[in-house]
């Protein structure tokens, strides 16, 4: 049974903010300045001489901006291998806390070492980006598996919603400073990644304070065999799951649409750099960066608007129903970005759109599939579970995104590939159940 006391304002305050200190991550690395930052550096000599978009990796030549997706996509293999059992053995001791910890300190500091990244040695220079990545994501497993104890059921679309608007807000916020600081003040972008570091470890301390510890052992005080009990926990987890029909047809939905949102996260900066014209010459590029960053603002304040409404309106019509919606939408910015957008007031209304739905399908997951647990102390390997099939659909998204582009040369087909995972997902909401079962 859980310790922590459901709705109280100051547990709930600390738990949002860590969105508001780890959303830096999302913001400035994988969507922002670091792609951004990465597309510059390896089209571009000591000289600032273009020389091209083949990037050699492992012996091989390959379009750098695929080099991108398949290098993320194998920080979420990891994560997939790692995180279902260190959340059973977090559960299992009862110190998820700490755990989060780690893989919070995990990431800011590897997100500090990317100020040596160098296009000289790709191979090494990615390794602090996949150990950044493992640490953003391993936290959030235990930190969602908080939600459910932290807020009642009906609060938990509010909460959800309250804690990726802090996010939205938090690293707009850092990101302008990194944009006041590279553009008026000239400061070299990769100092930034140092900002991001500083920010996430920083801004977390006030969750660590506020987040109550349960230093006992969540199963007892035998502490043997910690990694088998792990994957105990996991199967256990694994064998509920099968037995509830609306827990599992969430899932199955929530899969293959959630592969075609996270998809479009991680590649929408490069898509927009090599999808639309932009002119040529040195002051075109300044341009295209300005405006990309200017785009991914929008998405972000939008975003904050977005987690409200669709909260409000699941309050309306149901979770499945708010989510129906958001998904609908979502074909149509994949459907209107093949078709439509090649100049850059086009990919100006698709940042619009994508931030008002990107809150919303976001928070709106999070919280019904909170709402779908059974009763449980378990709450670890659930979202454990539930990272896992998270990150299964973000790792088959990237490569299929990135194997589709190198096939036919560009990323414009490439998107119009993902209508496919979201028409799958919201064929998947229509069979999930009213009520348990």
Sequence with gaps: ????????????????????????????????IFPNFYDYITTHDENKNFIGHTVTFFGSSF????????????????????????????????????????????GALSCMCLFF????????????????????????????????EIASIENQDKVS?????????????????CLVGIMVLKMPAKYSFLLVG???????????????????????????????????????????????????????SYFFYNMGVQTIMVVAVLFARNEIDWGSGEAAEKTKTTSLIVSILIIQFVG????????RLSGKIGNIHSLMIAIVIWIFICSFTYWV???????????????????????LSRSTYSKFLPETDD?????????????LGMIIGTVSFGAISEAVGGMRPAVLALIAFFVLGFIGLFFVPKTQK
Aim: with cysteine; hydrophobic share 50%.
């Design 1 to 32: 049974m859980s310790l922590i006391q459901k709705d109280d304002p100051k547990i709930i305050k600390a738990w949002t903010f860590y969105d508001w200190a780890n959303s830096v991550f999302p913001l400035v690395i994988t969507s922002a």
């Design 63 to 106: 379009e750098n901006q695929n080099i991108y997706s398949f290098v993320y996509a194998f920080a979420l293999f990891i994560v997939v291998l790692i995180a279902p059992v260190l959340s059973g053995i977090a559960d299992y001791l009862g110190n998820k806390k700490r755990f989060l910890q780690f893989f919070c300190y995990l």
């Design 117 to 148: 990244f160098s296009r000289k040695s790709l191979e090494l220079s990615f390794i602090p980006f996949i150990t950044a990545t493992i640490g953003f994501w391993g936290s959030l497993v235990y930190y969602n598996s908080y939600l459910p």
């Design 161 to 177: 919603a309250r804690g990726f608007s802090l996010g939205y807000f938090g690293s707009s916020l850092l990101l302008i400073i």
């Design 198 to 252: 500083l920010w996430w470890i920083g801004f977390a301390q006030f969750t660590f304070k506020g987040l109550p510890d349960r230093d006992h052992a969540a199963h007892g005080a035998d502490k043997k065999n910690l990694l088998s009990k792990g994957f105990k926990e996991l199967l256990s987890v694994f064998s509920q799951v099968k037995k509830i029909k609306r827990l599992k047809r969430f899932l199955f």
């Design 304 to 311: 904050i608007l977005g987690s409200f409404v669709f909260s």
């Design 341 to 363: 957008v090649r100049l850059p007031e086009h990919f100006y209304i698709v940042a619009f759109l994508v931030g008002f739905v990107m809150g919303g399908i976001q928070a």
């Design 379 to 391: 709450h670890t390997s659930f979202f454990s579970f539930y990272d896992v099939m998270e990150k």
